[in-house]
C-alpha cells in the first residue's frame, strides 16, 4: 500500500479553500468600499470634500467625486462646502465640474487657504461663495499642453481652445456676480490674485483663515438658488472622504504608473507569445486592462472586463486545470481591480445603527460559520489516510502536473490527488505516467509503457 504524504493535499480541499479565500476577499473588498452611512438623526448641516494632496489633481476621479458628494449633499438639503488646493489639472473635468456646480440646487462654497491655479480657478469661480486666506493664490488659468515623452510644457494660445475657456468664465462671472473683465485676464495674462487683491477686485467673496473662520463668515449670508432662498447658518458639517474607487483611480491614471502598464503590457505579451509561455499571458492581460484605465474607455466597461476575465480565469483554474497557479492569482486580482473601479452609487439612503449592526452580525455569523466548516472539512480530510494499492503486476497510471526530470521532483495527479513524485527520466507536464515505487513520502515514475 502507498500512503499519501501529509504534504500532499487533496485537490478538492485545495478548491474549497480556494473558494472562501476568493469570497472572503470579495467580502472584505465589498465592506472596505462601502460610502459613508450617516445616522439618522446626525446633527450636521453642510458637507465638506478636499481637494488636496493625492486627490488635488483634477481629473475624472476628481470630477467623480465631486459630482458624488453634490448629489449626496443635494439630496440632503445642505450646502457643500469644497477645500480647494491645486495646481489645476485636465481642461474637460474641469470644465464638467463647473457645469455640475452652475446647475447645483444647493449653495456651494468655495475655501482656498493656499492656492487655486488653471483648472482650480475655474471651479472656485463657479461657486456661490468664494472663500480666501489672506495669502491664498488663484489665477493663472491659460491651457497648456505637455508631452508626455520629453515633459516640455507650451502654453496654447489658439483661439479654437482659448475662446471657451474665457467664455465659460464670463458665464461664472455673470451667474455669481464675479468682476467679468478680470476674469479674462486670468486666461489672457496669466493674471495671479493673492486673497486680500481678489476680494478687491471683486473675485473672492469673503476671507477667513480657518474652516472654522469660513463657518462664522458666510452665517447670515442670503442666496437664491432656483428660486429657493438659503440664509446660511453652518455650525457643523460632515466631511465625505473619497471612495477607495476614487484612490484607485487617481492611482492608474498617474502617467508614470500608466506607462509603466501599458509598457510591461504589451512588450510582456510579445514575449510571452514569442517564447511560448501562454500560461502567463493572463498577467500580461491584466496590466493591459488597467493600462486602459488611462484611456477615454469608460471604467464601468473595464471593471466589467476585469471582473469577466477574473471570473472566466477562477473557473479554468478551479474545473478544468488542477492546482493553484498562474490563472487563480490573476483571476483573483482581475476580481479585486474590477470591483475597486466600479462605480459606487451615491450613497442616497440612510440606514438605521441597529439595522446595520444586524445584518454585520448575520454577515459576520455567515461567513465564520462557512470557514469553520471548510476549516473542519480540511482537517477531517488531511487527517484521513488515503492509500491506494500498488502490486507490480498492476500499473498505477498517473498523469505529471509538473516537468520531472534527474534530480527535479514535482507533482503528479493520481486518482484526483496531487502526489510528490521523481523521475529519472525527463518528463512533460501532461505526460502519463506510471508508479515505479515509493521512497519515503515520494513515489518514483516513469512514462507510461
Excluded at 480647494?84 to 446647475?103: C, H, K, Q, R, S
Excluded at 515623452?149 to 451667474?175: D, M, Q, R, W, Y
Excluded at 477607495?244 to 509598457?263: G, K, M, P, Q, T
Aim: net charge positive; with cysteine; hydrophobic share 50%.
Amino acid at each position: 500500500m502507498l500512503k499519501v504524504a501529509r504534504a500532499v493535499h487533496n485537490i478538492e480541499i485545495l478548491r474549497s479553500l480556494y473558494i472562501f479565500t476568493i469570497t472572503l476577499c470579495l467580502f472584505v473588498i465589498s465592506v472596505s468600499i462601502t460610502e459613508p452611512v450617516f445616522a439618522r438623526n446626525s446633527s450636521y448641516n453642510a458637507v465638506l470634500i478636499r481637494i488636496e494632496g493625492y486627490t488635488s489633481l483634477i481629473d475624472t476621479p476628481v470630477q467623480e467625486y465631486v459630482q458624488r458628494a453634490l448629489r449626496f449633499a443635494e439630496e440632503r438639503r445642505v450646502p457643500l462646502l469644497i477645500y480647494l488646493d491645486t495646481y489645476g489639472g485636465y481642461l474637460d473635468p474641469a470644465l464638467n465640474i463647473v457645469n455640475t456646480l452652475l446647475e447645483s440646487k444647493v449653495p456651494i462654497i468655495v475655501y482656498v487657504k493656499n492656492k487655486a491655479y488653471s483648472a482650480g480657478t475655474l471651479i472656485a469661480l463657479a461657486s456661490h461663495i468664494l472663500v480666501m486666506s489672506k495669502n491664498g493664490v488663484i489665477g493663472a488659468a491659460q491651457p497648456v499642453s505637455i508631452n508626455p515623452v520629453t515633459g516640455e510644457v507650451v502654453f496654447v494660445n489658439e483661439s479654437k481652445i482659448v475662446n471657451p475657456i474665457i467664455k465659460v468664465l464670463e458665464i461664472c462671472a455673470s451667474a455669481r456676480n464675479r468682476n467679468r473683465t478680470l476674469v479674462k485676464r486670468f486666461v489672457y495674462e496669466n493674471v495671479v490674485l493673492t486673497g486680500e487683491e481678489a476680494l478687491k477686485f471683486g473675485i473672492a467673496n469673503v476671507l477667513a483663515e480657518s474652516l472654522e473662520e469660513v463657518l462664522r463668515v458666510v452665517r447670515g449670508v442670503e442666496l437664491n438658488i432656483s428660486g429657493t432662498l438659503w440664509r446660511l447658518d453652518i455650525d457643523s458639517y460632515e466631511e465625505l472622504k473619497p471612495g477607495i474607487d476614487i484612490y484607485a483611480l487617481v492611482f492608474l491614471r498617474n502617467s508614470a504608473v500608466n506607462s509603466i502598464l501599458l509598457f510591461i503590457g504589451i512588450f510582456g505579451t510579445l514575449i510571452l507569445i514569442t517564447s511560448g509561455r501562454l500560461e502567463l499571458l493572463p498577467i500580461t492581460i491584466l496590466l493591459l486592462l488597467l493600462a486602459l484605465v488611462g484611456s477615454d474607455i469608460s471604467n464601468r466597461v473595464i471593471s466589467l472586463l476585469l471582473m469577466a476575465l477574473g471570473a472566466v480565469m477562477l473557473f479554468i483554474e478551479l474545473f478544468i486545470t488542477p492546482g493553484f497557479g498562474i490563472l487563480g492569482i490573476s483571476g483573483i486580482l482581475s476580481l479585486i481591480f474590477g470591483i475597486l473601479l466600479t462605480p459606487l452609487p451615491t450613497a442616497s439612503y440612510v440606514v438605521d445603527v441597529t439595522t446595520l449592526w444586524r445584518a454585520l452580525v448575520i454577515i459576520s455569523c455567515s461567513t465564520g460559520s462557512l470557514f469553520l466548516f471548510i476549516l473542519y472539512k480540511s482537517i477531517k480530510a488531511l487527517r484521513k489516510p488515503r492509500t491506494i494499492s500498488y502490486a507490480p503486476e498492476r500499473k498505477i497510471i498517473g498523469k505529471a502536473v509538473d516537468k520531472l526530470g534527474s534530480g527535479t521532483k514535482g507533482f503528479v495527479m493520481i486518482d484526483g490527488e496531487l502526489w510528490i513524485a521523481e523521475s529519472d527520466e525527463v518528463i512533460e507536464p501532461g505526460e502519463e505516467v506510471e508508479v515505479v515505487e515509493r521512497k519515503g513520502f515520494v513515489i518514483k515514475v516513469r512514462k507510461k509503457r
